[in-house]
């Protein structure tokens, strides 16, 4: 009986979180250009979508964004994360409280105040205001990502590695890398993902004549849910599924 409930607390709960999803991947192939309505199985929408040229470049964007963002904060984060483990340095206590507040702040407000920078340092908006904008809300959460990983290390080898003649960089390099990689690559995952699917920030520091997919689709379902709409987040859902499926295989063990 134990097991009945639990297994059925555990289908509720997957069941709430991914019905959703089969629901708007099965009214992708909807023949009716209204979303709630069914009028037969189609592929059109996808082939409509496969020719949307800027559809297409406006994804490329975001694609182009996502990675550069994801790779510079996985970068900065990284270095962080092993300077607050490694070294004692003033102010290390409030530079942590300072990480924790960028996590909890809203987005509209470092969006604001993003905006404001870029205004007074006279910065068009556009790719390069937007990159930095997600690299600078991505490292915050790359940096909680390595340094909780940190947290089971034995400072004993880093010392030992020392008395052998490691330099810093060698430390950094043959042991921190090696043992903070599958907090790295999490890390890279999730900024990949916040700057893929953001739009409060994006919506504040980006220009007219740079747009980025969530936005184009902020745009499309102010007229409504189109199975377009509807085929266009399958397909991200798809390369979010590809990714994972990489990442956990990458990291799984021998």
């Excluded at 068009?124 to 940190?150: A, D, E, K, M, N």
């Excluded at 699917?197 to 379902?221: A, E, K, N």
């Excluded at 085929?231 to 859902?237: I, N, P, Y």
């Amino acid at each position: 009986m134990k097991k009945l409930v639990g297994f059925s607390y555990l289908l509720a709960i997957y069941l709430f979180f991914y019905f959703p999803i089969i629901i708007l991947v099965a009214y992708s192939f909807n023949q009716s250009a209204y979303s709630m309505v069914w009028h037969g199985l189609s592929f059109q929408w996808y082939q409509q979508l496969a020719k949307d040229t800027d559809l297409q470049v406006i994804a490329l964007h975001s694609i182009i964004v996502g990675m550069l963002a994801a790779t510079t904060a996985t970068f900065i984060g990284t270095l962080a994360a092993v300077a607050l483990f490694r070294y004692q340095f003033y102010g290390k206590k409030l530079l942590r409280t300072l990480i924790f507040i960028l996590i909890v702040s809203p987005e509209i407000v470092m969006g604001i105040s993003l905006l404001i920078l870029y205004s007074s340092l006279k910065m068009p908006l556009g790719f390069w205001t937007l990159l930095l904008s997600h690299i600078t809300f991505c490292i915050p959460f790359v940096v909680v990502t390595v340094y909780s990983r940190t947290s089971g290390f034995d400072k004993n080898i880093f010392e030992a590695a020392r008395d052998l003649g490691a330099t810093d960089a060698q430390i950094f390099r043959r042991i921190f890398v090696p043992m903070l990689l599958p907090a790295i690559i999490a890390g890279w995952l999730l900024s990949f993902t916040l700057s893929l699917d953001d739009v409060i920030v994006s919506y504040f520091v980006t220009g007219p004549g740079f747009q980025i997919l969530p936005l184009q689709i902020f745009s499309m379902v102010r007229l409504g849910v189109t199975p377009e709409v509807n085929a266009l987040c399958s397909v991200m859902f798809g390369l979010t599924l590809i990714i994972v499926f990489a990442a956990n295989f990458v990291l799984r063990k021998k």
